[in-house]
């Protein structure tokens, strides 16, 4: 009996001791997310920028200040690293102004979701400027860059308060941005939604594939001015193709000025592609090429491909005797043949709801048997003799034995058989020397 009830006083040990590890709900760690410390806020980050000099971009200028009092300003974060679009950086906002807070840390966006409001302890660190755009940090390097701030000092200068906050943005006018003067200084690191823009770099990605990247936005009419979209080769949307249609666009507001200060490029930091709503039909040209940006010599425009499908021969620009450049080939005096050639476009999105039709001029010269044909695909991977391609015809200018033809129009090109596809459109000449050597050329391609 007494070995029965020790063994007995033994189980119920070992259950009480298993049952001891469980954990149990109030074991739990406790849940911050609406947790306020309250600290006293005694700057706001308006009067804070206040406080230091103009941006000198030559080095000249008194544009870095130690803060030295006990200041304390407190914000909501509206934007981090989690797109790779921000590095090592935040941004934040309170009802006046935005600025950009230096850590030097990886995975920011974990501590610092955008919507958590924070409480910024400033004494002991620097303002100064990225470009023209200010920036808080840790100290400056010997260039004047902001560093960041690390290990300990992150603690000591950061408090985390509750998440869920809302990251607001100021509605702007496009025109009130797009050229950026003193008066925009306030729009800095804010937040903001231009409506009724596009992109004007069609059928691009938004980075080259290994360097940062500016792309043009534009109104309806055109009007792109300076103002670009700029955006990391490390952010994770990088390769993505720009959207083709028109709407809002919403990032962080920045700055970039030359060394000498005399161009100020405005720029908008996007946090990843959520912010760009350009879901509405585009206005003006799907696409457009009028080889103005080239320089003599072969083309190799970006996201454009010229390929000697047999041969070596290949596309090339050179301008008229206006300055003008176009493109152009002519086997005439290269020993090529036969002579394959092909110019194919960017991948073009065409909207579903609508049909588009392509234009472009053409003229020959010289005319003696070698010709040129357009096609269209929606399966182009970078490699003409693998595509399928669709022959389309268009209105060819008058062939000449001796001398050019005008230019002429193509007239409209339907292209309603692909709505909603993207494509690449293809200019293929075939001829050889000796024997069929024609010069064709094309000037102000335009999908529309």
Known sequence: MKRFRSSLLLLLGASMSLFSCVKQANDLPPDTSNYDPNLPVNISIRALKALNGPYSPNGSGDDTMRIDSNLTI????????KSGNFYKQIVIQDSTGGIALNIDDYRLYANYPVGRKIYVKLQGMMLSYNGGTPVLGASVDDRKASVGLTGSQIGAHIVKAGIGHTAQDTVVNFDDVRNYTVADEQLLNRLITIKGLQFADLGKTYTEPTATTNRNVQTCDGN????????SNYADFHGLTLPVGNGDITGIYTVFVNTSGTQKTPQLLIRDTMDVKFRGPRCGPLFKEDFGSTTPG?????????????????????????GNPYAVISAFNTGVTPADNWLVTPGIDLPAGQNANLSFRNTNGFDNGATLKLYVTDNFSGDANTASWTELSFARAPLSPSGFAPFTSSGDVSLAAFKGKKVWIAWRYEGGDPGRTTTWEIDDISIK
Not at 74 to 81: K, R, S, T
Not at 224 to 231: D, E, H, I, K, P
């Open 298 to 322: 072969n083309i190799t425009l970006a996201g454009w491909t010229n390929q000697a499908a047999t041969g070596t021969l290949q596309w090339r620009t050179q301008n008229s005797s206006n």
């Open 224 to 231: 792109a001015a300076s103002m670009v979209v700029r955006t």
């Open 74 to 81: 407190g914000a909501i974060v509206i934007a981090n690293d």
